[in-house]
């Protein structure tokens, strides 16, 4: 057994012996199940490194007691299969903000219910965007916000705890750990499944299992609504804009069955169609909507070429620029327009920098990924249907806001 694990045993034992007698000290499981779960978001300074500003404050892990232990900022992330937090075993510059200072980290040895799986570091990857190192443990988070002295947490397992990173994508990040929220698909790269541990584990009913997000930027908060989300109960939410987007996973990439695609029909600057990586990923082009990611990106050819195209419309000074146009079939399309796509940067290295948010990303042929440009315009349902033991993604229902920019657009006639 490692000196680490004995110490830590020792240390137990004697606070065990210490510990005054108190009723329920341990975390209990719930006796109800509940059909809705809502958490809320607030928004970080806006940075150029291509992930969401938003977050939620989560209590992780247990104090000497059983209650809720450190509060940290934890993005629920449907472009991700794993969870993970940065740990105080980070020690470098990059677990350092850019914008904040230091990074919020969890400290392995003040939760009494944190457990090892894995002492060995070992790369995390999050494709083209970067890589991680990390060791693993178990957990629990507050997902039910407890204020009793009796604690309901969500078993995280594994819980990846970061020992270093690279690269500035990682040292601008607003959050200090992330949480999949993924299709259930590609089980054997699956490591957490976030809203399926709900079910499993008793703290959501299985009748309605699906995760919404509705963000507001002017009060730079928001909610994530987990069960029950149905958009009637919610205000600002334009019902008769409802549009599916059925999902489907991209064929011509292995392994990426976990984040939410759907087929797209084309992606036009004005009234030109860009050209997706056809040879290297197939015919078809797919669209996504990621609640980790801030900017559009994605198929190199693609994403350059709308690039392009917008700077060379900005460089002929005529005033007139182009939207940015997503097509589904012919009934509907999302369009944002060029003060949804110019994003100004509010922290870390491009700091009061004004930018085309599009980047071209190596390895993601016929894929337009978008996050916090497009999804803090609309409101957005992640929908799971159960197959066998289970929950696998059915489809997204996004829908436009009432006073906000027209995102979803019909063209039925």
Same mark, same amino acid.
């Given at each position: 057994?490692?000196?680490?694990?004995?110490?830590?045993?020792?240390?137990?034992? #004697?606070?065990?012996? +210490?510990?005054?007698?108190? =009723?329920?000290?341990?975390?209990?499981?719930?006796?109800?199940?509940?059909?809705?779960?809502?958490?809320?978001?607030?928004?970080?300074?806006? +940075?150029? $490194?291509?992930?969401?500003?938003?977050?939620?404050?989560?209590?992780? &892990?247990?104090?000497?007691?059983?209650?809720?232990?450190? *509060?940290? /900022?934890?993005?629920?992330?449907?472009?991700?299969?794993?969870?993970?937090?940065?740990?105080?075993?980070?020690?470098?510059?990059?677990?350092?903000? #850019?914008?904040?200072?230091?990074?919020?980290?969890?400290? !392995? =040895?003040?939760?009494?219910?944190?457990?090892?799986?894995?002492?060995?570091?070992?790369?995390?990857?999050?494709?083209?965007?970067?890589?991680?190192?990390?060791?693993?443990?178990?957990?629990?988070?507050?997902?039910?916000?407890?204020?009793?002295?009796?604690?309901?947490?969500?078993?995280?397992?594994?819980?990846?705890?970061?020992?270093?990173?690279?690269?500035?994508?990682? =040292?601008?990040?607003?959050?200090?750990?992330?949480?999949?929220?993924?299709?259930?698909?590609?089980?054997?790269?699956?490591?957490?499944?976030? @809203?399926?541990?709900?079910?499993?584990? &008793?703290?959501?009913?299985?009748?309605?299992?699906?995760?919404?997000?509705?963000?507001?930027?002017?009060?730079? #908060?928001?909610?994530?609504?987990?069960?029950?989300?149905?958009?009637?109960?919610?205000?600002? *939410?334009?019902?008769?804009?409802? +549009?599916?987007?059925?999902?489907?996973?991209?064929?011509?990439?292995?392994?990426?069955?976990?984040?939410?695609?759907?087929?797209?029909?084309?992606?036009?600057?004005?009234?030109?169609? *860009?050209?997706?990586?056809?040879?290297?990923?197939?015919?078809?082009?797919?669209?996504?909507?990621?609640? &980790?990611?801030?900017? !559009?990106?994605?198929?190199?050819?693609?994403?350059?070429?709308?690039?392009?195209?917008?700077?060379?419309?900005? $460089?002929?000074?005529?005033?007139?620029?182009?939207?940015?146009?997503?097509?589904?079939?012919?009934?509907?399309? !999302?369009?944002?327009?060029?003060?949804?796509?110019?994003?100004?940067?509010?922290?870390?290295?491009?700091?009061?920098?004004? *930018?085309?948010?599009? @980047?071209?990303?190596?390895?993601?042929?016929?894929?337009?990924?978008?996050?916090?440009?497009? !999804?803090?315009?609309?409101?957005?349902?992640?929908?799971?249907? /159960?197959?066998?033991?289970?929950?696998?993604?059915?489809?997204?229902?996004?829908?436009? =806001?009432?006073? &906000?920019?027209?995102?979803?657009?019909?063209?039925?006639?």
């Amino acid at each position: 057994m490692p000196i680490a694990t004995l110490e830590k045993k020792s240390k137990t034992q #004697t606070l065990k012996a +210490q510990r005054p007698k108190v =009723k329920n000290p341990k975390i209990k499981k719930p006796k109800i199940k509940s059909v809705e779960l809502v958490m809320d978001m607030s928004k970080g300074p806006y +940075q150029n $490194n291509g992930a969401s500003p938003w977050f939620s404050e989560i209590a992780v &892990g247990t104090d000497y007691f059983g209650r809720p232990g450190l *509060v940290m /900022k934890i993005c629920f992330d449907t472009g991700a299969r794993f969870s993970w937090l940065t740990s105080t075993q980070c020690i470098t510059d990059a677990c350092m903000h #850019t914008s904040e200072g230091d990074r919020g980290r969890f400290e !392995l =040895k003040n939760s009494y219910s944190f457990n090892w799986l894995e002492h060995e570091s070992k790369p995390l990857d999050f494709g083209p965007w970067g890589v991680m190192q990390a060791n693993s443990g178990t957990d629990y988070i507050d997902i039910l916000q407890a204020t009793s002295d009796i604690y309901t947490g969500l078993l995280v397992n594994p819980l990846e705890l970061v020992t270093d990173y690279s690269g500035a994508q990682f =040292k601008e990040l607003n959050w200090d750990g992330g949480f999949g929220v993924p299709t259930g698909f590609d089980r054997d790269d699956l490591t957490f499944h976030f @809203v399926e541990q709900l079910v499993i584990q &008793g703290l959501l009913a299985e009748d309605a299992v699906e995760i919404s997000f509705f963000t507001d930027r002017a009060t730079e #908060t928001g909610t994530i609504r987990i069960g029950d989300t149905a958009p009637e109960s919610i205000a600002d *939410v334009d019902m008769s804009s409802e +549009q599916t987007l059925p999902f489907e996973a991209h064929k011509g990439i292995s392994k990426l069955g976990y984040i939410w695609t759907t087929p797209l029909t084309s992606l036009k600057v004005g009234d030109e169609p *860009v050209t997706f990586d056809s040879v290297l990923g197939g015919d078809q082009s797919y669209f996504c909507l990621d609640t &980790g990611a801030s900017q !559009l990106k994605g198929d190199s050819g693609a994403m350059i070429e709308a690039y392009t195209l917008i700077r060379n419309a900005m $460089n002929t000074g005529s005033g007139s620029f182009p939207n940015l146009r997503f097509s589904f079939g012919t009934t509907f399309e !999302l369009v944002l327009t060029y003060s949804e796509y110019i994003s100004s940067i509010e922290a870390g290295e491009d700091k009061d920098e004004e *930018v085309v948010d599009i @980047v071209a990303l190596d390895g993601l042929p016929q894929l337009a990924l978008i996050g916090s440009l497009m !999804l803090d315009h609309i409101y957005t349902r992640y929908i799971y249907e /159960k197959v066998g033991n289970e929950y696998l993604a059915k489809e997204m229902k996004i829908y436009n =806001k009432i006073g &906000g920019a027209v995102i979803i657009r019909d063209l039925t006639p």
